[in-house]
């Protein structure tokens, strides 16, 4: 029992948290949003790291690492709202056609070539359509017809294009891509926090920075907690899923879960703390928050995986009690 | 990251189940917090003892066994399976075992933590005062040195387990010129010292298990002292810490209710309302959280990180959860929940907890202390 990450784990994240806090800077964000919102730079960038292949195996090209790098990463991914289709096309598509044995386009996404968008019955629309080459749809990895940007997502830096035929139930496909959205939010959560707190310390008000006052203070610290303890629930449930364990689809709707009430949680404290500056369109924190507000409802919104909890807690379908939190690694063993 | 555990921790779950099959009580202890119940927790505290699980992560010499976090961690898991008493020892255990292990004397070590380990001593709480709660540096409560000996006087309060205890510690200020944090010390006294006086507070639930302590002239010797004259603030600093830290409320606690919680809302199905079902799920989610980020902090220290301002986060979380499980199943008990006894002659539990449950944002550092500690320490906003 050892609920840590390796050295490796931690350098690998923070080597990409420090390239995108140098590279994916609201600055850029404001441009992207400025001009129809995709940069072949940023995308490239993000290949040059490795990023691409981190799930792929090593004799396809890839760097042959596991959901638990990929979560870490995918949450540094939102701490930087990144928006290029990364995290669909390298830490859901590639390890799910690595899962079905359908590795024959693994090499061209290790290398950058191709991007998948990934649809699902349970998301009314398929984002990043417009620019893949390919989807996963109804079990495999199909071409892409023509697919017109056709939704208007409040995210200023996300495309969503109709679903049409396309989708299917595929419960693996599901599993990753809400772990993923889970560390997203994770880190948007962990980023507006850092962003209302960089404002509580600058703004001065009755001749001090409003940081000082206990009920800004209080505030912050509540988001703190929340955010805190979606954490080690992420963390576990990647686990869960690289280990293929019985309860990952359980643990997987608890990290929704818990991510999402994170998220949403500190985007309202972030934007009351940040005052009527918070309600503009000028600072930055609104990125963050229309980017969360999206990603609460992809891939099961909170009813979806609440209810995915209950049916196991209230029907049984899990052990419960103190001596249970590991049930499946025991099962699994 | 191995979330298994090895077949030694396997091992040890099956002899610490075992031990507690045969020992726990099988009929419910009454209240730690009346005369007679006090009695059956401190009976339990000496069965403990007798088995040597009273003191699980001490080191051997002083009666424990010296156990790693993780290992304490499944102790706790079988101890709340086994639905065990509440700790009548619990200050001397978490609080100032672990004090008098970092600033003790080999002397005091060995004069205090073996007949604590044994049950033999129980220990309250000295901390507060009518004018020192949350701002405890304000504490007034004099020891003036005479001799070989301190002359204690002053008043505390809300001292827990005070009202049945034998021995106290706590806070008083040495230096009568002193301000604030300077200028205290730590100091031991057995609470039949002539000139003490406990009056027993009769609680929100009608019991009494803390009380105020009044001191008149109490003659205490200097080896009672833990750490140097006017020290006491940082040794009670680190004590606190203890006790919002990892060990005062372990996960296993919190799952245990949660499971008893989803067990009373299959029972109350037909009228629950959406909201309580919804809260229910949360309740196990939440306990869920706090096991995992337990385990995940008890990993780190034991790797040889520590645990700081972090601590208070813990303590937010627990607090509140366990508030709102109780408030849960108080719903769900509808007009029932009001009764102490149920019509079958039991004791309503729920009731009981729930009304625990509103000390806990309260005790071992308000809720709002420890949120300015978030703000202040972790998050780096102004003090």
């Known amino acids: 029992m050892d609920f840590r990450f390796t050295e490796d784990q931690i350098t690998l994240r923070d080597s990409v948290r420090e390239y995108l806090e140098g590279t994916h800077t609201p600055e850029l964000l404001r441009k992207l949003d400025e001009h129809g919102n995709r940069d072949d730079g940023v995308w490239n960038g993000l290949v040059e790291m490795g990023l691409a292949g981190l799930l792929v195996p090593e004799d396809q090209g890839g760097l042959g690492m596991g959901l638990i790098e990929a979560t870490l990463i ?72 023509a697919s017109p940007v056709a939704l208007d997502s409040v995210d200023p830096l996300r495309r969503l294009s109709a679903r049409g035929d396309l ?34 310390k600058q703004r001065e008000q009755f001749g001090q920075p409003i940081g000082s006052f206990q009920a800004v203070k209080h505030h912050a610290a509540s988001v703190a907690v929340k955010v805190e303890f979606a954490k080690p629930v992420l963390w576990r449930a990647a686990y869960a899923l690289q280990n ?38 000028e600072v930055d924190l609104h990125f963050w928050m229309k980017r969360a507000w999206a990603l609460a409802g992809a891939w099961g919104d909170r009813a979806f995986h609440l209810k995915r909890i209950d049916d196991a807690v209230i029907g049984g379908g899990i052990d419960l009690g103190p001596d249970r939190t590991f049930a499946s690694e025991m099962i699994h063993a | 990251m191995d979330l298994n555990y090895t077949p030694e921790q396997q091992a040890f779950r099956a ?44 080191p051997e010499a002083y009666g424990g066994r010296n156990l790693d976090l993780i290992r304490w961690l499944i102790f706790e898991e079988e101890y709340y399976r086994a639905k065990a008493p509440l700790r009548a020892n619990q200050n001397g255990i978490f609080l100032l075992g ?41 504490i007034r409560s004099r020891a003036v040195r005479d001799g070989d000996h301190y002359v204690i006087s002053g008043q505390k309060t ?39 006086t406990v009056r027993p507070i009769r609680q929100l639930h009608g019991e009494t298990g803390f009380a105020e302590i009044f001191f008149d002239e109490v003659r205490v010797p200097v080896e009672n002292r833990i750490a140097g004259e006017g020290e006491g603030w940082n040794v009670a600093m680190a004590t606190a810490g203890f006790e919002r830290g990892l060990m005062l409320r372990s996960p296993a606690r919190f799952q245990a209710t949660a499971k008893r919680l989803v067990e009373l809302y299959r029972q109350h199905e037909a009228h629950a309302s959406p909201a309580a079902r919804e809260a229910v799920t949360q309740a196990w989610t939440d306990a869920e959280a706090y096991a995992l980020n ?29 508030r709102s499980m109780h408030r849960t199943a108080m719903s769900l008990l509808g007009a029932a929940a009001e009764l102490r006894t149920f019509a079958d002659g039991a004791m309503n539990e729920w009731l009981e907890g729930y009304i625990f449950s509103l000390s806990g944002p309260i005790y071992a550092g308000s809720n709002e202390i420890q949120r300015n500690i978030i703000a202040e320490r972790l998050l780096g906003l102004p003090r």
Not at chain 1, 251 to 275: M, N, R, V, W
Not at chain 2, 36 to 56: C, F, I, K, P
Not at chain 2, 98 to 120: H, N, S, V, W
């Open chain 1, 74 to 145: 995918a949450v540094e991914l939102g701490r930087a709202n990144v928006s290029e289709p990364i995290v669909d096309t390298a830490f859901v598509a590639a390890p799910w056609l690595a899962a079905k044995g359908q590795t024959d386009r693994l090499g061209d996404i290790a290398g950058g070539a191709l991007k998948v968008a990934l649809a699902h019955d349970v998301n009314p629309w398929v984002a990043d359509l417009d620019q893949a080459g390919a989807v996963i749809s109804h079990g495999k990895l199909a071409d892409v017809a």
């Open chain 1, 244 to 281: 293929g364990h019985a309860r990952g689809s359980v643990h997987i709707s608890h990290a929704k879960l818990a991510a999402t009430d994170a998220a949403i949680f500190a985007a309202e404290t972030a934007i009351q703390i940040h005052g009527a500056m918070g309600y503009t369109y």
């Open chain 1, 167 to 200: 989708g299917g139930g595929d419960p693996l496909l599901l599993d990753l891509a809400a772990l993923m959205a889970a560390a997203q939010l994770v880190g948007a959560a962990d980023r507006m926090l850092a962003l209302a707190v960089d404002y509580a």
């Open chain 2, 294 to 322: 337990t385990y995940m902090v008890a990993s780190t220290i034991q790797a040889g990180g520590h645990i700081g301002a972090e601590a208070s986060l813990n303590k937010i979380f627990w607090s509140e959860l366990d």
């Open chain 2, 15 to 58: 002899e610490v189940r075992a031990w507690m099959e045969a020992h726990v009580p099988k009929t419910p202890l009454k209240t730690l917090e009346g005369r007679e119940g006090y009695d059956q927790h401190v009976e339990w505290e000496r069965t403990l003892a007798s088995g040597n699980w009273g003191m699980v992560t001490w």
């Open chain 2, 158 to 196: 809300w001292s827990s387990r005070a009202a049945f205890a034998d021995w106290c510690f706590g806070l008083f200020r040495t230096d009568q010129d002193s301000k604030r944090h300077k200028g205290l010390s730590f100091i031991l006294l057995p609470l039949d010292s002539p000139g003490v």
């Open chain 2, 98 to 138: 672990p004090t008098i292990m970092e600033y003790g004397t080999d002397e005091q070590k060995a004069r205090f933590l073996t007949p604590m380990a044994k049950g033999e001593i129980m220990w309250a709480q000295a901390w507060s005062e009518p004018n020192a709660g949350s701002d405890m540096a304000a």
